[in-house]
């Protein structure tokens, strides 16, 4: 066999190999195609989520980031409504908390700002009426959409 009948052989044999692996991997579990990001739509503005759900990472949240891009936020779905609290402790940056229940905005903190340490414990954030879910976004943004208690949120790539 020559070198060339060789080599379009392996190349073959690789494609082959490669054609299986496509069709039985998703079947074994695991994906190709990384999953689409989930999007929270206010108004037409498009926020891409970073969802949070165990209990120790809503507990973290953003304080173990440094800055936000204008185009996310965080996102604490919850089982139930409830008063759910939140304060800025160790946080880098400001933000706005809004509360959302039935995806629609019950409560919006505008601007909740970095503590300062020798102030003692920072404020402590709670929503006007039950809520199922919290988003953090950067300061100023429920401004600059002009957010409103009542507005409806949609997502896209994401279910409760």
Do not use: C
């Not at 739509?41 to 926020?47: A, E, F, M, S, T």
């Not at 959302?100 to 019950?106: A, E, G, L, R, S």
């Amino acid at each position: 066999m020559s070198n060339l009948s060789k080599a379009v052989t392996a190349i073959l044999v690789l494609l082959f190999l490669a054609g299986i692996g496509f069709f039985l991997l998703p079947k074994l579990g695991y994906n190709i195609i990384p999953p689409k990001k989930p999007i929270a739509i206010i108004k037409n503005q498009k926020i891409e989520l970073l969802v949070v759900r165990s209990q120790k990472d809503k507990e973290i949240g953003l304080s173990s980031h440094k800055n936000l891009p204008n185009n996310q936020g965080m996102l604490f779905p919850f089982d139930k409504p409830g008063y759910y609290s939140f304060w800025m402790k160790n946080m880098k940056f400001p933000i706005d908390i809004i509360y959302i229940n039935d995806n629609k905005i019950v409560t919006i903190y505008e601007n909740a700002k970095v503590p300062i340490v020798s102030q003692g414990n920072p404020p402590i954030y709670n929503p006007t009426s039950p809520a199922d879910t919290v988003l953090e976004i950067n300061a100023g943004l429920s401004k600059k959409y002009n957010l409103k208690t009542g507005d409806k949120i949609t997502y896209e790539n994401f279910s409760g």
